[in-house]
C-alpha cells in the first residue's frame, strides 16, 4: 500500500527532531530526503533514514552543527557544515550561493564537514525558483577505479545542473560519472540478474559480470567503461567532483572520503574534515534579460522533444522529464515502500518513541 | 622532417597578418592554434589554419572584429566576438574572466558571435598563471545524437578544466563529451581500420563500425555509447555545453550550430549569431590559501599516480600528463607536419604573399 508523500515528510522530520535537531533543520532535511523518493530515486530517500541515525548515534552526524561561512569573496564562500546532515548543510551552502549570485552575479560554495546529501539534483533545482541556474555535486566514498586502475578511488561523485525554462518544465540532469549508479547493481543482485559488461570489474580488475562485484572487492567502472569508449573521461569528471568538492573546500578526497554506512569505519589519517559537496547558483539576467533566455530553453527543450527517434525505440527526453513524470504520480498516487525498510523505520520509530510510519 | 615550433607559430601568426588581423590578434591566434600541435592533438592544430581563411574568404570570418562586452555583472559577462576569430575571441573572454575573478572571487563569460576556438585545454590553462582554476567549453556543428535519437542534434562540445598544484604539473582535463573525438573516425578511416562499436551509428540509427558511417550520413553517439552504459549522460553533458555556450549567449545552439568547413553552408534560420562559448576563472584564494590548496593537489596527484595498474595495463594517467609529456618532446624536437597539410599551406602562403613554411 502507497504512503502519502506528506505522511512521509512528517515521520522523516519527526525522527530529525526526535534526534535532537531543530524543527528548521528537521524540515530541511524532510524535504531534501523525500524529494529523491519523489523524483524516484528510491535508493536514496527514505530508505537512507535510518543509515543517518546509525551515523548520529556513532558520533558521525552532528544533529545540531554550527554550520558557518569559514572563508568568502563576492561571490564565492567555504562553509564548514560541522558534521551536520548534507541534507542540511547543502541547502544552507545552496541559500548563501543564491545570496551572493542575487549581489555579484553568481555565488560558488564550497562545503567541508558534511555527510551523505541526498540527490545532487534536488539542491541545484533549488535555484530555479530565482530565475538563477542551480549547479551542484559531492564526493562520495571510493567505489569507481580511474582508467586502467584496480583501487577504488573516486566515489560515483554526481553532477546535478538545473537550468530554468519558461513554458516548459526546467532542464535538470542529475547524473554519476559512472555508467551505472550503485543502486543499479543492487537491483540486479535483488533480481539475481548479471549486470551487463562495462559497469564494474573484480579486485583484480578484470571485466565481470558478476552483481555482486563490489561485495566482492571489486569496483565500479568510470562513465565510458573502458579507454576504447573514453573512461579516461569518465575519470576526469569523477575526478573534477572530488577536486571541486573536497580540495577547495578542505574536506576528505579520493580514497579519504568517509563511508555513508556505520558499519564501515572512515579510513586513517584524514586529508581533511567529512565529505565535501560544491554549489554554485548563476542569475540568469547576470547574462541576458530572463525571459529571453527562457524563451530560447523553450525552443531548446521543443526543438529536441521533436528529434526523430530511432525506429523501435522510446521518445527522446529532456533531462529531467522522467524523474518528474515519477513526481507527479507519486504526489498522486503516495510511495510505495519496500517491506524491509518499512520493518527498519518502524523499529526506529519504536527506539526514538515517534508515531510508526504504519 | 619536422619544423620548429617557433617557425610553425610565426607562420600562423604572418597568415592572419596577411588577411588583415592586427599583430595583437595574429599573436593570440598563433598561439591558441599552435598549442594544439604541441599538445598532439593534431585535427585542432595548423592543420586547420587554412580552414579558418576560407571562412574569411566567405566572409563568414572577420579578421578585424570589434570583440566587446554587451552584458555584465560583478562575476560575469556575455561578448559579442564580432565573428571573429574563436582563437581571438575566446583568449579576450578568458582575460575578462580573469579580471573578474580578481574583484569577485571568479568570473565567468557567454561569447556569441564566435568560430572554432581551437581546443579547449588551451583557453582553460590560461588561468594556471593567476593560481586561478580555468574552465573552457564551446559548442560546435551538430554530429551527436541524443540517446534514442537518429537525428544530429549537438556537437562534440568540449568540457576543460585547469586546476594548479605546486611541485606538480597541473591536473589539465580536456574532453569531447563522445567516446571518441571526431578525428579518431578518420584516423581509422586513413588507416582502413573499423571504428569500435559504440562510437558512431548510421544514418538510421543502427549500429555500425564503418569509419566512413559520418559521411554516410550516420551521427556520432554521446559518451556513454548506449542507455545501458549511460549515453544519456554523455547526452547531458553536451546539452549543458550547448545550453551555457550558446542560450547563455545569445549564439547559435543544437542543430542551428554553424560549421567550421566552408564548403557546408550554416544552417538557415539561426537562433542566435555565430558559435558560443563559455569560459570561468576561479581565484583559488577565494577558496582557501593558495599554498594550502596547491599542496592538497599535490597530494591528490601523487595518490592517484600511485594507484595500482591492472596487471598488463599501463600506469595510471592524471589528466593533462600525456598531452604534456607531447609538448615536453615536440618543444625540443619540432612537429612534423603530414605532406597533403604541408602542401595546403604552401599555397596558401604563395596565394597570401608570405614565406612559404618549408
Known sequence: MPITVQRVKTFIKQTFLAAGASAEHSSLAADALISADLRGVDSHGVARLAGY?????????????????????PSTAVIDGDLGAGLVVAPKAMQIAIDKAQKAGTGWVAVKNSNHFGIAGYHAMQAL?????????TNASALVSPTFSKDRMLGTNPIAVAIPANEEPPFVMDMATTPAANGKLEVCERQNKDIPQGWAQTKEGKPTVNNKALKKGGAMLPLGSDREHGSHKGYCLGAWVDIFSAVLSGANYGPWVPPFVSFLSPPPNPVGEGIGHFVGAMRIDAFRPALEFKAHMDNWIQTFRKAQSVEGQPEVQIPGDQERLIEQERLKNGIIIHSSVMNELNQLADKLKIDRLK
Do not use: F
Request: net charge neutral; charged share 20%.
Open 53 to 73: 541515525i546509525r551515523l548520529w548515534e556513532q558520533q558521525r552526524l552532528n544533529m545540531q552543527p554550527n554550520i558557518r561561512i569559514v572563508h568568502e569573496s
Open 129 to 137: 525558483q530565482y530565475d538563477m541556474i542551480g549547479i551542484s555535486m
